[in-house]
């Protein structure tokens, strides 16, 4: 199984950006996607999922200012940022999950770095 971050750079605040995670190795569909996103010092915290079904999830820090979606046809999930903050610096990480009862199969990928300047 592979999760392949990408999109992350460096923008300017009000800026946006568009994150990528490229999976493989997985039945994606069944799959909960999410975004989470960590700083140096502090725990890596979620910045939104994304159920199978299509249901959606969002740090009340991101809300309103990010979508995440996915292609079940690609294995595809994204995450699109507006109006970014400095405090959105962080890296990125994409990570997949699908628990059933008595399993959990769990993923991450690396991460993508997003600098936001003031």
């Known amino acids: 199984v592979q999760l392949q971050a990408s999109g992350g750079g460096l923008v300017q605040a009000g800026g946006s950006l568009r994150l990528s995670c490229a999976t493989s190795?997985?039945?994606?569909?069944?799959?909960?996607m999410g975004w989470y996103r960590q700083v140096p010092g502090k725990q890596r915290e979620l910045v939104a999922d994304?159920?199978?079904?299509?249901?959606?999830n969002y740090a009340d820090s991101v809300k309103g200012r990010s979508t995440i979606s996915r292609d079940n046809a690609k294995t595809m999930v994204y995450l699109q940022m507006n109006s970014l903050k400095p405090e959105d610096t962080a890296v990125y990480y994409c990570k997949g999950v699908n628990a059933g009862i008595g399993v959990r199969h769990e993923y991450w990928g690396q991460g993508t770095l997003v600098t936001v300047s003031s």
């Open positions: 994304i159920s199978s079904g299509g249901s959606t």
């Open positions: 190795g997985m039945i994606f569909s069944m799959y909960r």
